[in-house]
């Protein structure tokens, strides 16, 4: 049986058309489920009677629960949810430390992965369901109640990639961005992927002001084939052209991601490589410690790097903090704007590609 959060609002529109309702109603519901939070149809009172009575047969509201909530040493925290079918998935809330009270929310888009990062703990799980609009919004709404503050900042990095599950996600997105819902800003909404160029075409032609990141890891092919296997089919160069179109149409510049691995990505002709990449496209650099996921990264042939250079090995370690201050020094010279992220979380496992969808007893440390 369907569940009223696989639906965004336009989805609803369409579903309670299809049951002769006026396209208003979509828009009470939505205000009822977002902005009150409603936990159940009897609360709508300026809905008809018959109808609420119809949905809880038909259409039924089963918030998610929280099976399991963490705090971290610096304020953020990550939730195990379970929706009604069982499914678990890993959201996290990150406070600001500031004095403008920002809240971000790192929202999973699937149940599992189906790429496989050898890096990211959530790959290895495989992947087990995509996640409804609304199950995508739940997450939102459940940490601002839980911080008791609207989210201000989403971020669609969490479990899962967002273009493999690209309907629901936009749809997600919408309700995110609507006056109905959660009335967030556009250019607050970031969708991370990993490289997936008919979902890049596509958010290309969307009219909202939605931001694109994409988790790179490796700006040569054969170390990026060896640390994200799944995207074999997605090469550099078509992505490559994929993301300066995407900045042609839309006029907005995508970030890249970087999780520097030491002697495995972080050598300078992997970072002069990275350099190329993202002045090629007029990207934003973001560099990012490795989180400890217990991976191991398989060996590659040496012979495939530059002289000189470290085969991959396991266990991954994490690249030294004076190590990310030389790469952000490096691509700074070679005229790239770069930053260099912090992870919030780590301590909980709730950092980039730490989420797993099990209890932390069963987490991957």
């Given amino acids: ?31 009822w489920l977002w902005q009150r939070g409603a936990s159940g149809y009897e609360e709508m009172t300026n809905l008809p009677a018959a109808l609420r009575e119809r949905l809880t047969a038909e259409l039924p509201l089963q918030r998610a629960l929280v099976a399991e909530r963490l705090e971290a040493s610096d304020g953020a925290r990550k939730y195990l949810l379970q929706f009604a079918d069982g499914v678990k998935i890993e959201t996290v809330g990150i406070p600001d430390t500031g004095s403008d009270h920002r809240l971000t ?7 599992g992965c189906a ?7 959530t790959g290895r799980a495989g992947l087990i369901r995509n996640l409804g609009a609304g199950e995508i919004a739940e997450q939102v709404r459940i940490v601002a109640a839980d911080f008791d503050r609207p ?40 969708v991370s992927t990993s490289g997936i ?24 092919q054969d170390l990026r084939d060896q640390l994200m ?92 903090s004076p190590r990310i201050t030389q790469a952000a020094e490096f691509l700074r010279a070679a005229g790239i704007e770069a930053t260099v992220r912090h992870p919030r979380g780590a301590d909980i496992a709730a950092a ?6 099990s209890s932390s007893s069963s987490d991957c440390n």
């Avoid at 008919?198 to 994409?214: T, V």
Wanted: glycine residues 8%.
């Fill in 1 to 31: 049986m369907l569940s009223i959060l696989s639906y965004d609002e336009a989805g609803l529109r369409a579903f309670l058309e299809s049951w002769g309702q006026p396209a208003y109603r979509a828009r009470q519901l939505c205000e």
């Fill in 105 to 111: 929310v790192c929202v999973s888009s699937q149940a």
């Fill in 115 to 121: 790429l496989g990062c050898v890096f990211c703990a």
């Fill in 151 to 190: 989210a201000t900042n989403v971020v669609v990095m969490g479990q899962g990639e967002p273009f493999a599950n690209y309907g629901a996600v936009l749809g997600a997105l919408r309700l995110l961005n609507s006056p109905r819902a959660f009335n967030i800003g556009a250019r607050h909404i970031t």
């Fill in 197 to 220: 160029i008919s979902g890049i075409k596509r958010l290309a032609e969307e009219p909202e002001q939605f931001r694109l990141a994409l988790s790179l890891h490796a700006a040569t």
């Fill in 229 to 320: 296997p799944g995207l074999r089919k997605q090469p550099l160069d078509k992505l490559r052209m994929a993301l300066a179109q995407y900045r042609e149409r839309s006029g907005r510049r995508v970030s890249l991601e970087y999780v520097l691995l030491r002697d495995i990505n972080d050598h300078d002709s992997d970072l002069q490589a990275l350099a190329d990449f993202a002045r090629a496209i007029g990207a934003h650099v973001n560099l990012l410690p490795y989180n400890d996921t217990g991976a191991s990264l398989p060996d590659t042939d040496a012979g495939a790097r530059a002289p000189g250079d470290t085969a991959l090995r396991a266990p991954a370690q994490f690249s030294a």
């Fill in 352 to 357: 980039c590609g730490q989420l797993v969808s």
